[in-house]
């Protein structure tokens, strides 16, 4: 009984590492406030930005939702659109959100968006299937895989009339609340478990901090996202300044994705944390690319920047943060500072692609009375590497595939990721 109750754990354990990832920035509204969110209308090309009152009394979960009315004028609708966030080619992601109606019947349209880097559409998709009544209801749209090209999506709602003929002909209100954009399940390989970017160790090491003026700072902080410490970067007015790590080895054609949580120290003014990633080969400069959408408020944020793939020829990344103006047009005029925590650089080990890895070439066995791993596969295997689901890698495995002992791990669930043929493939076992 115990044995089954170990593996029901165990399982259950699985389950919840490949939960999904929400990453709409108050999507929930629990800020008390519409921030990230833009509500606008136009009428005849004139764009006039709008605003969602907030309630703290008929509200979905938490303490608030958002109270969004569509006036009646002919023209492109009022929509409520959340702060663009980075997306993943081949990916698909799943919307969610609770609402209800305020005025009888009508169509909450929900729409997607997707842009490249350039802010050119590379794709608009519709969901024309929500009708809201007079108690909240909750709506899933999965969108489509996000097109070649794309690096971010736009989401929002309108107001069309019940049988999705046009806008509403009359204002309506409705109450949103709970709004997901949801990343898919996929199991990722943090690549800094070892590069002090939680500031575990205390201080700021294994991070370069480069400041033109003598007066711009980078110490530890005891007002942690996690853990004991965060790194507090002060940047004096009109310095140029940035905290980053260099040298991570990477390969062409992989998707990384770069990763923090920060807030502003109190007292700090508004700042945008500029997120970048220069790809290098050798002391060469290959690509350099830049996230300009983190703006810090008083309280930690996550935020994710969605590396586009590794270009040809590069072999190494440098990645980091700088401290910019909220407006992105430069380095601030006034001194500013941020509190940096959790910093993660993530490599999928369970990759989602617009053309499927082909695993039927590879057959994988586990023994857990030998506790022998056996990797059989029709084409050579370059290499087979063993992950705990918090995606630490504890072997790494080069030849004698059809027989690896894994006697020495502890107890619990793991991925193994094979490359072979140039394809990767993954599975789970689960070690008693």
């Given amino acids: 009984m115990k044995k089954k109750l170990l593996v029901f754990l165990m399982m259950a354990s699985f389950l919840a590492s490949y939960a999904q990832n929400n990453i709409m920035v108050n999507g929930d509204f629990e800020l008390g406030d519409a921030t990230n969110w833009r509500y606008l209308k136009v009428v005849n090309g004139v764009a006039t930005n709008l605003y969602a009152e907030m309630s703290n009394s008929d509200k979905h979960g938490g303490a608030y939702a958002a109270k969004v009315t569509f006036p009646s004028e002919v023209g492109f609708n009022d929509c409520v659109f959340d702060q663009v966030p980075a997306v993943m080619e081949g990916t698909v992601y799943t919307f969610k959100a609770w609402a209800k109606s305020l005025n009888g019947a009508f169509m909450l349209r929900i729409h997607a968006t997707f842009y490249d880097d350039a802010n050119a559409v590379i794709g608009d998709f519709n969901d024309i299937t929500w009708i809201l009544s007079d108690t909240y209801s909750e709506h899933t749209y999965t969108l489509p895989a996000v097109p070649v090209g794309a690096t971010k999506v736009n989401i929002g709602f309108r107001a069309f009339s019940a049988d999705g003929s046009g806008f509403s002909p009359s204002t309506v209100s409705c109450m949103i609340d709970d709004v997901q954009l949801l990343e898919p399940q996929i199991m990722y390989e943090n690549l800094l478990t070892a590069t002090n970017a939680d500031f575990e160790f205390g201080n700021v090491s294994n991070w370069v901090f480069w400041a033109d003026d003598a007066l711009s700072t980078a110490t530890v902080s005891s007002d942690a996202h996690g853990g004991s410490y965060a790194a507090e970067v002060f940047c004096a007015g009109n310095a140029k300044t940035k905290v980053f790590q260099r040298d991570q080895t990477v390969t062409a054609g992989e998707k990384l994705v770069f990763k923090a949580w920060a807030k502003l120290k109190a007292g700090s003014p508004a700042l945008m944390l500029r997120m970048y990633a220069t790809f290098y080969n050798g002391n060469s400069i290959v690509a350099d690319v830049a996230d300009p959408n983190w703006i810090l408020i008083n309280t930690y944020t996550q935020h994710s920047f969605v ?32 509190i940096v925590d959790d910093v993660e650089l993530l490599r999928p080990i369970i990759q989602t692609s617009i053309h499927p890895v082909n695993q039927h070439n590879i057959s994988f066995y586990f023994s857990a009375k030998s506790n022998i791993l056996r990797i059989v596969s029709e084409n050579e295997i370059q290499s087979a590497s063993i992950y705990t689901f918090n995606g630490q890698k504890v072997s790494e495995i080069l030849q004698n595939f059809e027989s690896v002992n894994v006697s020495n791990l502890h107890t619990g669930i793991y991925i193994v990721k094979i490359i072979s043929a140039g394809t990767i493939t993954t599975n789970k076992f689960i070690k008693n």
């Fill in 307 to 338: 590396l586009p793939s590794v270009p040809a020829g590069a072999t190494k990344l440098t990645y980091g943060f700088h401290t910019f103006k909220t407006d992105g047009s430069g380095f601030n005029a006034i001194d500013v500072t941020s």
